[in-house]
């Protein structure tokens, strides 16, 4: 089977593949202080205690990382531990098939880019991947599967706390939807505008990227994608697909162009 492990700056998402289909994930914290034994320890912890995974094997491994500090710990785990296993990391030299039209392409996150990829091959392009993450990411993916830039906002969650920790009065809240848009309360008034104002926000970036991608703007998919994207999806009148592995798919893409 192939493990997947995509290092984001908040969660670490990992998969599993049997074939191209993911059969068991996980999601745990992105600790720049866990060594590379530590990471080893937990993910078998994970591995041996999925009922779906009894005496499973892995035969290849494919990562990449926005955090450099934990991409140094999870190469020395994968050399320590899994040593005799193909690992594939998304670097400069690896062949993703994503020519990248950007003034300086080494800023570019690999995420971004194992994004771009898997896009493509699932939807084609052209493309708008919109990924929920730390930060709010929009992706632009031509119609020949370049990867021609994008827009990075403040993600969900780095607004609360920036709300709560500047606002006396205001407070960490549950990410629900609302009652209404017009709220009557001081928590419903937090939900409302971190729901809606994020929906509006994609709503009108998507639109804006979308004349500049396509002749035909209609003509472009919008892909959801990230931990907190679920928060969005039914307030955005913009997004076509929501694809919660739309990274670890593209690694298993990656992992098989260049094995």
């Known amino acids: 089977m192939l493990l997947t492990i995509d290092v984001g700056n908040t969660h670490t998402v990992l998969g599993l593949f049997e074939g191209d289909e993911v059969i068991e994930h996980w999601r745990i914290n992105t600790d720049p202080r866990r060594t590379a034994d530590e990471i080893a320890v937990v993910l078998q912890g994970l591995v041996q205690q999925s009922p779906l995974l009894a005496d499973t094997d892995i035969s290849g491994i494919a990562l990449c990382s926005t955090v450099p500090s934990v991409l140094h710990e999870m190469r020395e ?13 998304v670097e400069p030299g ?29 939807h084609s392009g052209p493309a708008i991947v919109v990924d929920f993450g730390t930060a709010t990411t929009f ?10 830039g994008g827009a990075i906002a403040p993600g969900i969650e780095i607004s609360i706390d920036a709300l709560s920790s500047r606002g006396a009065q205001l407070h960490k809240i549950e990410l629900v939807r609302p009652r209404s848009v017009i709220a009557k309360n001081t928590v419903e008034a937090l939900q409302s505008g971190i729901i809606f104002g994020f929906a509006g926000q994609v709503d009108g970036i998507v639109e804006r990227m979308s004349e500049e991608l396509a002749d035909e703007p ?19 009148r913009c997004i076509d697909a929501f694809e919660p592995w739309l990274t670890l798919v593209g690694l298993r893409l990656i992992y098989e162009r260049n094995i």
Do not use: F, W
């Not at 992706?139 to 021609?148: L, P, Q, T």
């Open 94 to 122: 690896v062949k993703t098939g994503v020519p990248v039209r950007m003034d300086n392409p080494k800023e570019v996150g690999a995420d971004r880019i194992v994004n771009a990829l898997a896009a493509v091959h699932l």
């Open 77 to 89: 785990m994968c050399r320590r531990y899994y040593g005799d296993v193909q690992a594939i990391i």
């Open 218 to 236: 209609e003509e472009v998919t919008v892909i959801a994608t990230g931990g907190l994207a679920p928060l969005v999806l039914e307030e955005s």
């Open 139 to 148: 992706d632009a993916v031509s119609a020949k599967g370049e990867y021609v």
